[in-house]
Nanobody, 121 residues
């Protein structure tokens, strides 16, 4: 079994910062691309940022310059540093990862359970 467990969400005032973490656990051979998505009430889930195993990153235009995605490969953990938060960043943030559990299994995509981020004005 593989689990992605997020932490670090909460309530913050506009202009503040939060750091989200997501750790992958279980039987893991390798973790490929990791990503953060978010879903605001009444809206579709959207991609926030991605990071490859080689540390190439990509960001949604709405968060460029404010959010930074990073990873710790030995810990199978991905982070999202969120600065200059805005009320429109309020959403449930989900971790996502492409994981290979063994040489005999294909790469499988996994989701975390989500963590709430609320930014007050």
């Amino acid at each position: 079994q593989v689990q992605l467990v997020e932490s670090g969400g909460g309530l913050v005032q506009a202009g503040g910062s939060l750091r989200l973490s997501c750790a992958a656990s279980g039987t893991i051979l390798s973790v490929n691309t990791m990503a953060w998505y978010r879903q605001a009430p009444g809206k579709q889930r959207e991609l926030v940022a991605t990071i490859t195993s080689g540390d190439d990153t990509n960001y949604a235009d709405s968060v460029k310059g404010r959010f930074t995605i990073s990873r710790d490969n030995p810990k199978n953990t991905v982070y999202l540093q969120m600065n200059s938060l805005k009320p429109e960043d309020t959403a449930v943030y989900y971790c996502n990862a492409d994981i290979r559990r063994s040489y005999y299994r294909p790469v499988t995509n996994y989701w975390g359970q989500g963590t709430q981020v609320t930014v007050s004005s």
